[in-house]
């Protein structure tokens, strides 16, 4: 069993930055692949970005490529979600999600744990 905890979300202007940290507890958190999805008022569930156990391999959805990356300190078993030059429609609640498999994916399906989420709230 891992358990997910998100922060870091918050209100910022169109054009800012932020990070959104997740931190994992459980049994061998630190190995598992962990992504970051979104979920927009009235929208599905969205993948963001997802690293591999060892931080060595990273993907990105196109909405947020080249201006978001996804890291891990597994000494810390923390996994961060870096987005620069946000934009209104990146609003949404940002979740974390793991999985035991040591593979990225990008459906919400293919992660069986998940945090509560961490709003993010970008003004124009």
């Known amino acids: 069993q891992v358990q997910l905890v998100e922060s870091g979300g918050g209100l910022v202007q169109a054009g800012g930055s932020l990070r959104l940290s997740c931190v994992a507890s459980g049994r061998a958190a630190s190995t598992y692949t962990m992504a970051w999805f979104r979920q927009a008022p009235g929208k599905e569930r969205a993948f963001v970005a997802a690293?591999?156990?060892?931080?060595?391999?990273?993907y990105y959805a196109d909405s947020v490529k080249g201006r978001s990356t996804i890291s891990r300190d597994n000494a810390k078993n923390t996994v961060y979600l870096r987005m620069n030059s946000l934009k209104p429609e990146d609003t949404a609640v940002y979740y974390c999600?793991?999985?035991?498999?040591?593979?990225?994916?990008?459906?919400?399906?293919?992660?069986?744990?998940w945090g509560q989420g961490t709003q993010v709230t970008v003004s124009s």
């Open positions: 690293v591999s156990r060892w931080g060595d391999s990273t």
């Open positions: 999600a793991a999985r035991s498999f040591d593979a990225i994916a990008t459906t919400t399906g293919d992660y069986r744990y």
